[in-house]
T-cell receptor, first 115, second 114 residues
Framework: DARVTQTPRHKVTEMGQEVTMRCQPILGHNTVFWYRQTMMQGLELLAY????????DSGMPKDRFSAEMPDATLATLKIQPSEPRDSAVYFCASGLRLANTGELFFGEGSRLTVL | DQQVKQNSPSLSVQEGRISILNCDYTNSMFDYFLWYKKYPAEGPTFLISISSIKDKNEDGRFTVFLNKSAKHLSLHIVPSQPGDSAVYFCAASASGGGANNLFFGTGTRLTVIP
């Protein structure tokens, strides 16, 4: 059963600490997204990659967030230093650019709490 | 600026009745629209989609209607079941579908009362 896998599922950390979230997209998917869910904005795009190349990271605070795809099976989202306002659920999603439906498959999310 | 808007944060419906969830968008370049369902502690899951060349798409109990002139779409669930209780997100993309960036609304929490 193909699915997007995210780790960690939950993370509690103190302000100023580095946080790294990882995502394994569905094998064969060539597009990977990072979204953040907040009460006010719903699901907002942070960054996305196609064929491992970054296409758009305009949604990320550049001074503290970074996203990479070291290989086709791993995407990472790093926050350094973390702040309480970063507390949210972070979702990774993957899809296939040539698919007809445009459907994205989401992981279960990483819930981050920054104290 | 929110390009996809779901103005009703919540909706309660009796089991067996129709649920209608609404969504408005502002970007006329959007040409593909999707609905996702999300249960607590899970990721959103795809429910149904519609291309801008259509005005209706049906899949079992779920029907999505698109009114391009009004920049409005709606999701109808008939009949509603308690298992449909979830948060529903409307999403839109540009450039012909495929895995492009989706712009999401803030979600509507549907509660189906047994």
């Amino acid at each position: 059963d193909a699915r997007v896998t995210q780790t960690p599922r939950h993370k509690v950390t103190e302000m100023g600490q580095e946080v790294t979230m990882r995502c394994q997209p569905i094998l064969g998917h060539n597009t990977v997204f990072w979204y953040r869910q907040t009460m006010m904005q719903g699901l907002e795009l942070l960054a996305y990659f196609r064929n491992r190349a970054p296409l758009d990271d305009s949604g990320m605070p550049k001074d503290r967030f970074s996203a990479e795809m070291p290989d086709a099976t791993l995407a990472t989202l790093k926050i350094q230093p973390s702040e309480p306002r970063d507390s949210a659920v972070y979702f990774c999603a993957s899809g296939l650019r040539l698919a007809n439906t445009g459907e994205l498959f989401f992981g279960e999310g990483s819930r981050l709490t920054v104290l | 600026d929110q390009q996809v808007k779901q103005n009703s944060p919540s909706l309660s419906v009796q089991e067996g009745r129709i649920s209608i969830l609404n969504c408005d968008y502002t970007n006329s370049m959007f040409d593909y629209f999707l609905w996702y369902k999300k249960y607590p502690a899970e990721g959103p899951t795809f429910l149904i989609s519609i291309s801008s060349i259509k005005d209706k798409n049906e899949d079992g109990r779920f029907t999505v209607f698109l009114n391009k002139s009004a920049k409005h779409l709606s999701l109808h669930i008939v009949p509603s079941q308690p298992g449909d209780s979830a948060v529903y997100f409307c999403a839109a993309s540009a450039s012909g579908g495929g895995a492009n960036n989706l712009f999401f609304g803030t979600g509507t929490r549907l509660t189906v009362i047994p």
